[in-house]
């Protein structure tokens, strides 16, 4: 009689740690996506809590990040997601030290990252909600040493592949002189952990009459926009343009603006280039245009569509009628795409493609507020989901 051999049961695919951590990078990146995992039982667990996925499920999904709420100008956070994948106003807090009386000044985020101002200091801060981490950096010294200095613009970004090291870009207009003012940039390498070389490039400047107030150029005090490979911010007071920091070629530029149009906020137009939310000085409608290179190299305006803010944000019965001459934008969403709007009913998110809308709370004051637009990866998160 022959005997019988025995089969093995197959090996499921799931079985390889390698091939089920493929699937799992690319789950959605909602803050609920991973703790959700993470239940299914200690090997998945185990998988998602390590910090190498926990940096590749980042890396992954950087291009499409969650808005999961803004900073106001106290750096105090609000989030902007539904449960279960609404953050915790807590979670994202800064720890400062009890005797700490300095003033924080909020720039902007991005990649994950909060840039902060410490004037009294002279010192950058360079803020990981996620992770807690914090770098302060001094200021440049030709920043430093510059005379008629306003207040230090800037921007933080990380390079395309790169979820530990960071840059920051310092901007500034500078120059007692009104005719002769110019603006300043330095860029800051964490790989490095040292400041490059000043850049410089001479501000227009725009002849006024002999009894009219001369207002020195400055760098907006707004969030830059990443638009290709260059960093965007407003240009106001005597000259009212853009300034563009090329990170490629390291290099300060000057745009005009289209003079039909009051600019209200740089966005990203679509394609990823440089674009302007603005309104017509013929008429109120708000207008977005974008630049658009031709074949002799020229980048010059055009006039992409016209949005009637007021139609759009009207059409449901609790909202109508109350935005006409109420509005005033508050900041971007530069990943999403996403306008954050102040109006008499509270504060109202809406998407610059599809004007899909969507009120978030009530406040009767108004500022400007930096959107926080990142993976709030597993091993943050795991904690916090199981408090929801």
Not at 31 to 59: E, H, I, N, Q, Y
Not at 167 to 183: E, I, L, P
Not at 251 to 259: G, K, M, T, W, Y
Request: aromatic fraction near 8%; glycine fraction near 6%; charge should be positive.
């Amino acid at each position: 009689m022959t005997a019988r051999l025995r089969r093995s049961p197959a090996a499921s695919p799931l079985d390889d740690d390698d091939l089920l951590c493929e699937i799992l990078l690319r789950l959605p990146p909602q803050p609920s996506s991973l703790p959700r995992a993470s239940l299914v039982c200690k090997r998945w667990r185990r998988l998602v809590s390590d910090t190498g996925f926990s940096r590749r499920f980042r890396l992954r999904h950087r291009r499409n990040p969650p808005l999961l709420g803004f900073f106001d100008r106290d750096l105090s956070f609000s989030p902007t997601l539904e449960a279960p994948n609404r953050v915790p106003p807590g979670r994202f807090s800064l720890q400062r030290d009890d005797d700490d009386d300095d003033r924080f000044v909020p720039l902007g985020c991005r990649h994950g990252l909060v840039l902060i101002y410490i004037p009294a200091r002279l010192q950058i801060l360079v803020w990981d909600p996620v992770t807690a981490d914090q770098h302060y950096i001094a200021i440049p010294p030709a920043v430093a040493a510059c005379p008629g200095k306003a207040r230090i613009n800037g921007a933080v970004f990380r390079a395309a592949g790169d979820v530990q090291h960071f840059q920051v870009v310092s901007v500034m207009a500078y120059g007692d002189d009104h005719q002769h003012r110019r603006a300043l940039a330095c860029v800051y390498s964490s790989k490095t952990g040292l400041w490059g070389d000043p850049i410089s490039t001479p501000l227009p400047y725009r002849a006024v009459q002999a009894d009219a107030i001369s207002v020195p150029t400055l760098v907006f005090a707004d969030d830059a926009v990443l638009a290709g490979d260059s960093l965007h911010w407003l240009l106001a007071g005597n000259f009212n343009g853009i300034l563009e920091f090329d990170l490629e070629k390291q290099r300060l530029a000057v745009i005009r603006l289209p003079e039909e149009v009051n600019c209200l906020k740089l966005v990203r137009a679509e394609g990823g280039g440089l674009g302007l939310l603005g309104r017509s000085v013929t008429n109120c409608m708000t207008q977005l245009w974008k630049r658009e290179s031709n074949c002799d190299g020229v980048a010059p305006w055009v006039l992409g569509r016209t949005i009637d803010l007021d139609r759009i944000l009207s059409v449901k019965p609790e909202l109508k009628g109350t935005f006409a001459g109420a509005t005033a934008i508050l900041g971007l969403a530069e990943d999403n795409n996403l306008l954050l709007l102040w109006t008499i009913t509270g504060l109202v998110v809406i998407h610059l493609e599809s004007l899909k809308f969507k009120k978030l709370f009530r406040t009767n004051t108004f500022f400007q507020y930096h959107a926080f637009e990142g993976v709030y990866t597993a091993a943050a998160a795991v904690p916090f989901f199981s408090l929801m």
